[in-house]
């Protein structure tokens, strides 16, 4: 079984972009209040995932490795976020599901 | 006449000598004096991680009267209130490697500035049972699954060997330049392992958590700023004045260049003791106090800077 760290980079790029656009005033209200939930929820994954290892054999990870790539593809383009804005949300809510999942059978922590 | 020429030879000799047998004395004492102090800014830093986490906590919950305070959250999960973010073992740990390194320039400093260097206790005394069964410690956090204390391993050993090499032998001039090179590059291990744990897991930490606080704090006053008077608008635009400073005090990973400006003295310590030719001698003790100096200067600045991420 070969294990491995899920990409802690680009989930703390993507945490930091959330709160960066809960302070958004091109957002409305309630969405800048959903993406400060969501980057909390996220918040609360990484301290987790920082010290864990998996085996990146597995769908859980596969799924939570795509979901980081493409959650943080959106909210790196503030564009296409606001264009997007409940499609955007969605794709976070979706990797926060994809990373509970895959803590669920990390192999160990600190 | 060949009495005074006697007597001029004689001085100059002890002159040249003592400066010699002096060559270290001011650097490795300002080493070690910034060695402390930067392993002490350090070290409240590692220490109030888990408390840091706990006060984020508390501090959401003061902006969401929505939510209320738990010991465990919906979900069965305890909450930052009760439990550890980080394992109080790992943490130990690190401060206890760190201590290794401190160690080393305190003893640095003693064999430069004694003259009776028989005198030092033995080197199991002189490090204590707990540093001394280090190694022991991370062996096992290795075991229990911490993905970097294997690497602390193997430099904690050396430094310790090098530490009781001081003591064992008594020659002091030819040590401190042995000392230096044999434990130099294995502290700036230790240190480049402490820099890369900073940069891979606190600073990811405590990056987040000052964006999540400086975020909580403006979506709480944008929702609230029409129910607040005026001066209660003041206040909590003075907090979130405070929210981002200390944002961007965690962006610029002050903890990390902290370690970063220990190792660059270091390795201007190694190049000194490594330098054979007089102009040699003189460019690297010259790069060494550049070096110090820009230390000094970084502690001053920097742990002023480290204090609002220390809660």
Known sequence: MATAPIDTVTLTAIINQCFSYATDARFSLA?????????????????NLL????????????????SLTAVNATLSQSA????????????????????DKLLAIATSFV | MRLKIGICALLSCTVLSGCLNNRYITPVTSFQTSTTQTISV??????????????????DIANDPSLSVATKDAAGHPTPLMQSTFSP????????????????ATRLYDLSNTTAPADFATASTALGTNLSSLNTTFTSLSGGGDPTANSYIGPITSVIGTIGKMYLNGKRDALVKTAIQEGGPQ?????????????????????????DQLASDIVAYNKDRVNLTYDQRVARLATIATAASVATSATASVPSQLVSSMISANNALLKSAASTSGKDKQLSLSSLN??????VTQIQTLSTQISPLVK
Request: net charge neutral; charged share 15%.
């Open chain 1, 31 to 47: 969405d800048q209040t959903t993406f400060l939930i969501e980057g909390k929820r996220l918040r609360g994954q990484l301290l």
């Open chain 2, 42 to 59: 350090i070290s409240t830093f590692y220490s109030s991680r888990n408390s840091y986490e706990a006060q984020l906590y508390l501090a």
């Open chain 2, 187 to 211: 502290v700036n291990v230790i240190l480049s392992l402490i820099k890369t744990d900073m940069d891979n897991i606190f600073s990811k930490e405590v990056i987040t958590g000052a964006n």
């Open chain 2, 89 to 104: 073992a790992s943490i130990k740990a690190r401060l206890d490697a760190l201590s290794v390194v401190s160690v080393y």
């Open chain 1, 51 to 66: 010290s864990a290892q998996f085996d990146n054999t597995t769908a859980p990870f596969a799924a939570a490795t795509a």
């Open chain 2, 290 to 295: 550049d070096a110090l100096g820009a230390w």
């Open chain 1, 80 to 99: 296409t976020a606001l264009a997007n804005t409940a499609q955007t949300l969605n794709s976070i809510a979706t990797l926060v599901s994809n990373l």
